[in-house]
């Protein structure tokens, strides 16, 4: 018996089968969970349906994270198959591409800071609020996926570490106002990964080969190795963490000469 075994958990963000949010998935039906997902959009829904299929799941809804009343009706739809819900992993974020290259100030506009902002941190709260009804009472868990980028700069990563910087504060925020319910609030900070989201990152091979090279374990992490860092702090054994941000990079947040 997994010790994620009987939790029922929605994950929104499978853009493909090697996105981070594949690798939660996997890891937490090995651990036993029963799985919902959602799609942004006709063309990704094939991929979301393959894994559904390999995990078990015959819940698959569309959500575009920028909609409101889409992300009620989710939970309404996911009411119908479940009386309750153990866990949100929020696996999303998203930038203009012309936002991610160059300098700073140079390449920011108010319109793609704006969006950054909405897509990549708000709608973590805006999960929370549609989702707390079907979550009551059961101690359970939201989890998000933010970088390094948060906390200091990369280059061409440009706005979207200022939204995961808000994201990262989005999680003590929720986590305070979310505990008295029992509900804990966490991310996942993992080092870089070649996924899809990733790719629109101008130059992201250097930024995996800068990782490789200078990480104290001299490799770079798996979408495996963070979704079991996820299945961890969305199951009882982390009943004691919330508010937290967890590396999961291989150690390179360590280092203060990289």
């Given at each position: ?17 090697r ?7 996997k ?15 006709d ?33 309404t ?29 140079d ?11 909405e ?84 130059d ?9 090279a ?10 495996e ?6 299945a ?27």
């Amino acid at each position: 018996m997994g010790f994620m075994q009987n939790k029922r958990v929605l994950i929104v963000g499978v853009a493909s089968d090697r996105s981070i949010a594949a690798g939660v998935a996997k890891a937490m039906h090995a651990q036993g969970a029963e799985l919902a997902f959602t799609y942004q959009t006709d063309k990704l829904k094939k991929r979301v349906d393959k894994l559904a299929d390999a995990t078990g799941s015959e819940i698959v809804l569309p959500l575009d994270v920028g909609d409101d009343q889409q992300i009620n009706d989710v939970f309404t739809e996911l009411g119908k198959h479940w009386d309750g819900l153990d866990a949100i992993i929020h696996s999303v974020g998203f930038a203009p591409r012309e936002l991610l290259e160059g300098n700073y100030v140079d390449v920011t506009t108010r319109e793609g800071f704006l969006l950054a902002h909405e897509i990549s941190s708000y709608s973590f709260t805006a999960l929370a609020k549609a989702g707390r009804e079907m979550m009551q009472g059961r101690n359970g868990s939201l989890l998000t996926m933010t970088y390094l980028g948060a906390v200091r700069t990369i280059k061409n990563y440009n706005v979207m570490g200022v939204a995961k910087a808000s994201l990262e504060a989005n999680v003590r925020y929720m986590a305070e106002a979310l505990g008295p319910e029992g509900t804990r609030v966490n991310a996942v900070s993992a080092g870089p990964i070649r996924t899809l989201a990733a790719s629109g990152i101008n130059d992201f091979r250097s930024m995996l080969a800068e990782a490789e090279a200078k990480t104290p374990l001299r490799r770079n992490v798996t979408i495996e190795q963070v979704g079991n860092a996820a299945a961890f702090l969305c199951s009882d054994l982390a009943s004691g963490i919330t508010g937290d941000v967890l590396y999961v990079d291989s150690g390179y947040h360590i280092l203060g000469m990289a």
